[in-house]
């Protein structure tokens, strides 16, 4: 069974919403990510960390994080 589900990735000033598929069974490692969307998770988390925000763009939805002063 498989349920999708958005994972955050934070690299510096950038952050990715990334939709992937969890896989859920009755082993000891479930919830897990296919491999493939794995390597969409570090290919988004490289991509931000080279400032590549449009490859960056394709696989997530992309947000520039600003510190706030109060």
Known sequence: MTRNTV?????????????????E???DWAPYLSLGDAQKLD???QALRAGDVQSAAKLGRIFEMQ????
């Not at 994972?7 to 896989?23: D, F, S, T």
């Not at 510190?67 to 109060?70: D, G, L, M, Q």
């Open 7 to 23: 994972r955050l990735v934070r690299e510096g000033k950038y952050a990715a919403e990334v939709a992937v598929e969890l896989i």
């Open 25 to 27: 069974d009755e082993g």
């Open 43 to 45: 290919a988004v988390r």
């Open 67 to 70: 510190p706030v002063t109060a």
